[in-house]
C-alpha cells in the first residue's frame, strides 16, 4: 500500500527539498520586511497573497511566516518584561516550533492543497471539500499564543466552490487567524478574494541571491545557464537541471546554428527524441524550450542578444534577428507554434512530427532575413 509520504506532493518540486525544510530564503528581502514592519507596527493584516512567478520562493516564504508567527509570542505578552521586537523572520533550526512544521506536526498550522483520489492520483484542483477543513481548524482549541495559520498552495488551483469557502474565511476570520495564499498568477483569484489580502510581490532571482538559492536546493551544473533558462525561477531552474534542459537548448542552438544549410538529421534526431513511450516530460521540454527560445529571438531583435544562456547563443540571436522587424515576425511566430503545440497535445498528434514541423518553419522564418 502507498504512504501518503510516498505520493507526489504538489507544493514540492521534484529534485528539491520541500518548502517547509528550507529555511533561508534568499532574494526576497523586500516581502520579508514588509510583512515584519506590519507585524511590529501592530498592523497584522489576517490575509497575505504572496504572488509572483513560480519557482522564486512563495512557499517558502509562507512556511517562514508560519514558523514566525507560531514561535513569536505577541507584543504586548508578558507587559513590561516583553522582549524587544523581533528583528527578522528567521526562527532557529532547534526551536521546537520549527521540528514540529518540518516533521509536519503543529496543530497551530493548516495546510491546503490539491489533494489525491482514492488511487492515489493528484487531483487537477483544489476542491471544496479540501476549503471545508477550515471550518475543523478553526473550530480546534489555537496553540502557539493562540495563533493559526492556514498555507493555500496554490491559490489560483482553486475550483469556484473552493474558492468561494476561502472567501467566506477572508470575510469572518476568527482571532489570531492568518491566511497565507500562495498565487502564481493572482489575476485568476476572484477580485473579493484580493482585495481581502495584502500583497507580497516576489520576484525572479539574480547573482548571487540566485547562486546561494540554487546550492541550497542541492542543484549542480552551470548556474549561469540555469538563470537564463529560468528567467530567475529557482524551481524551474531545479526542474531544468533534473531534465538535462541546458543540454537540449545547446542542442537547439546548434541545430539553427546551420541555417541557411541547416542539418536535416540533426532536427529528425530531435525531433524523434520526443517520441515514443516515457518521452513525454522531454516532449513537454522541448516546446517550452523551444518558446523560449523564439522568446529570446524575438527579444534580441529589440534590445539585443544580451547574456547568453549557453555558448554560442548570441552570435546565433544576433545573425538571426537583426532588427525589430525581425523581432515582431518572432513574436507572432511564437504565438504560432505555441497555438498549434497546445492544440497538437491536446488531440495527441505525433510529437516528432509537431517538434519537426516547429524547426522547419522556423528556419523558414530565419531565412527571410539572412
Known sequence: MTEIADLPQPDQIDGAPHPRQTLQLYGQDAAQAAFLHAYTAN??????????????GKATLAWKIAR??????????????????PETLDVAEDHPVAKRLRAGADGGLLVIRRSHDDKGNLRKVIGVDDMRRL?????LSASGEGRRVVIVDAADEMNPNAANALLKALEE?????????????????LPTIRSRCRELRLSPLSGADFAAALDQAGVEGDGAALGELSAGSVGAAVSLA??????????????????????????????ESAAGKGNDARFALILTLFELFLARLARAGITGP?????PGEAALLARLAPHPQAARAYARLAQELGARARHGRAVNLDPAALVLDMVLKTEAEARKFL
Open 68 to 85: 514566525f508567527l507560531l514561535a513569536t509570542p505577541p507584543a504586548d505578552a508578558g507587559g513590561m518584561f516583553a522582549p524587544d521586537p
Open 173 to 189: 476570520p476568527p482571532a489570531n487567524a492568518t491566511l497565507l495564499l500562495v498565487a502564481h498568477q493572482p489575476s485568476s483569484l
Open 242 to 271: 533534473q531534465s538535462g534542459g541546458a543540454a537540449i537548448y545547446q542542442d537547439l542552438i546548434a541545430l539553427f546554428e546551420g541555417i541557411p544549410r541547416m542539418s536535416r538529421d540533426a532536427a529528425l534526431k530531435l525531433a
Open 135 to 139: 471550518h475543523g481548524f478553526f473550530g
Open 306 to 310: 544580451g547574456s547568453e544562456a549557453v
Open 43 to 56: 498592523r497584522l493584516h489576517h490575509g497575505w497573497l504572496l504572488s509572483g512567478p513560480r519557482g522564486v
